[in-house]
C-alpha cells in the first residue's frame, strides 16, 4: 500500500479529528515530508483535508469520496480479508471490468466500484443512469459451489442484503420487486444484475458477477427523462447528509450479502425476500416479446417463482421475466 492510501487510512479512521503530521508519520514509518505529500495528493483529488497549525491534519465529516479505506473500517473483522476493493473515479461498466477480471482469474471477492458509470447497464441491456458522485455502482466477482439450477439464489440473496441495508443505514422502508429492483417510495432505487459463466459438462456455476447499482443521493439535474417517473433516490436534496453515507451503505450490503452467501443453499434469505414483496397482492401486467397479459400475484414460492392468477382464472409460475404493477384505470 502507497504512503498515500496509508494516510487516507488513518485519516479516516480519525474523521472530523485533528492528528498530528509527526503522529501520522510514525504511525506508518515514514517521514514528514512524505506525509506532507500524500495530503496535498489527496487535497487535489477532492478530499476535504484541513490543515491547521500545531494540530495536524483533519478529513473533514462532509467528505463524501469513496475509498477502499472509507469502506473497510465499517467492514465486519472477518470480512476485511474477504474482499479485494477497488474504486475508480470513471468507468464504462463494473460489470464489464469484474467480468474481464475473472476470466484472466480474479479471486472471489474481487470488487470493482465507480463514482460514475459511462455505459452502465441493467437487465435486458437497458442503460443504467450512473452520474458522478451520486450513487453506489458497485460488481462482486463470486465463484460459489453452486448447480446452475440454484445460481437464482445469489440475485435473491443480493436483493434481501440490500433491502435491509437501505432500512438499516438509511432509516427507510424499502420493497423488493420482483424479481431484483428496490423501491423506496413505489420507485426504484437500486438494480441488481447478476451475470454468470456455467461449466456445461458439470452444470455447476464457474464464476457470478453481481452488479448492484443504487441510487443514493438526487442528481444535481435530476434524472434523466426516460427514468424520472419511476426512479427516485434514498435521499432527495432537503434531506441532510449522513456522514460517509455511501461507504456505510457499501459495507452493511456486504456484510450482510456475504452471511447468506457462506450458506447461500439454506436459504435463510426467502422469508425475507417475501415478507418485503413489493408485488403480493398487486395487479400486474407481465409483459412478453409482443404480448402484454394482466394478472394479479397470489404469492411468491419456495423457489422465488411468481405464483399469478390470469384474468382467465388459470394460475401460472412465472420464473424469469418481467412485470409492471396495473395502474388503476381513471
Same mark, same amino acid.
Given at each position: ?19 498530528? !503530521? ?31 497549525? $500545531? ?15 472509507? %469502506?473497510?473500517?465499517?467492514? $465486519? ?133 453481481? !452488479? ?42 456486504? $456484510? ?64 424469469? !421475466?418481467?412485470?409492471? %404493477? ?5
Amino acid at each position: 500500500m502507497s504512503v498515500k492510501n496509508k494516510t487516507l487510512y488513518v485519516l479516516e479512521n480519525n474523521k472530523g479529528d485533528f492528528i498530528s !503530521g509527526t503522529e501520522i508519520a510514525k504511525n506508518l514509518s515514514v517521514s514528514r515530508n512524505a506525509v506532507w505529500k500524500s495530503i496535498r495528493i489527496l487535497q487535489n483529488e477532492g478530499y476535504n483535508i484541513l490543515a491547521v497549525k $500545531n494540530k495536524g491534519y483533519c478529513l473533514s465529516i462532509d467528505t463524501d469520496i469513496l475509498s477502499p479505506q472509507s %469502506i473497510t473500517k465499517y467492514l $465486519n473483522n472477518k470480512n476485511t480479508t474477504n474482499f479485494n476493493i477497488s474504486v475508480y473515479k470513471t468507468i464504462t461498466s463494473t460489470n464489464d471490468l469484474a467480468k474481464e477480471l475473472a476470466i484472466k482469474g480474479a479471486n472471489e471477492g474481487t470488487i470493482i466500484i465507480a463514482e460514475e458509470q459511462s455505459k452502465g447497464r441493467g437487465r435486458f441491456n437497458r442503460k443504467f443512469y450512473s452520474p458522478k458522485g451520486t450513487g453506489i455502482y458497485m460488481s462482486i466477482v463470486l465463484r460459489p459451489k453452486l448447480h446452475a439450477s440454484n445460481a437464482f439464489l445469489i440475485t435473491i440473496a443480493a436483493a434481501v442484503a440490500v433491502s435491509e441495508s437501505i432500512d438499516l443505514v438509511c432509516n427507510k422502508e424499502t420493497k423488493i420487486k420482483w424479481v431484483n429492483d428496490i423501491y423506496c417510495d413505489n420507485k426504484k432505487v437500486c438494480g441488481i444484475l447478476t451475470e454468470a459463466s456455467m461449466d456445461f459438462e458439470s452444470g455447476m456455476v464457474d464464476y457470478v458477477i453481481l !452488479g448492484i447499482g443504487i441510487n443514493v443521493k438526487e442528481p444535481e439535474k435530476g434524472f434523466a427523462d426516460e427514468i424520472k417517473d419511476i426512479a427516485t433516490s434514498i435521499l432527495d436534496n432537503d434531506t441532510p447528509l449522513l456522514e460517509n453515507i455511501r461507504s456505510k451503505l457499501i459495507s452493511e450490503i456486504l $456484510n450482510r450479502f456475504w452471511v447468506y452467501y457462506e450458506n447461500i443453499e439454506n436459504r435463510s434469505f426467502i422469508d425475507s425476500y417475501k415478507k418485503r414483496s413489493l408485488l403480493i397482492g398487486k395487479n400486474i401486467i407481465i409483459h412478453s416479446k409482443n404480448n402484454f397479459e394482466k394478472a394479479i400475484v397470489l404469492e411468491i414460492d419456495d423457489d422465488c417463482k411468481l405464483k399469478v392468477k390470469m384474468e382467465d382464472g388459470s394460475v401460472r409460475l412465472l420464473s424469469s !421475466g418481467e412485470v409492471s %404493477i396495473k395502474k388503476c384505470e381513471p
